[in-house]
Nanobody
Framework: VQLQASGGGLVQAGGSLTLSCAAS????????IAWFRQTPGNEREFVAA????????YYADSVKGRFTISRDNAKNTGYLRMNSLRPEDTAVYYC???????????????????WGQGTLVTVSS
């Protein structure tokens, strides 16, 4: 599956932003869709994931209660709604997909074979 992330931008602290991840192909509903983020000099950090076939959602502790991952299988699109944004949320956000992620690996970037190009989110204080 090919992925394309969009929706990043500049927002003030406390504000909200919604990222989108458009996927090609006919297997989207079976894909686990995830969001990771990365800042310069650091590894990609897990943010959230939504398992395919009606599976569960998972969040990093740092975003739990503020971010919501969702998906629209009819539109082949995943979303990340980000509320109460903080300056430390500033990063390039990547969406990722895989049809073969096991539960124990859902938070690991190496478990995903498809990646979008990244979209920059900047939160000003």
């Amino acid at each position: 599956v090919q992925l394309q992330a969009s929706g990043g931008g500049l927002v003030q602290a406390g504000g909200s932003l919604t990222l989108s991840c458009a996927a090609s192909g006919s297997t989207f509903s079976r894909q686990t869709i995830a969001w990771f983020r990365q800042t310069p000099g650091n590894e990609r950090e897990f943010v959230a994931a939504f398992r395919g076939n009606g599976g569960s959602t998972y969040y990093a502790d740092s975003v739990k209660g503020r971010f919501t991952i969702s998906r629209d299988n009819a539109k082949n699109t995943g979303y990340l709604r980000m509320n109460s944004l903080r300056p430390e949320d500033t990063a390039v956000y990547y969406c990722a997909g895989s049809s073969s992620v096991i539960l124990s690996s859902v938070r690991l970037s190496r478990a995903y074979g498809s990646w979008g190009q990244g979209t920059l989110v900047t939160v000003s204080s």
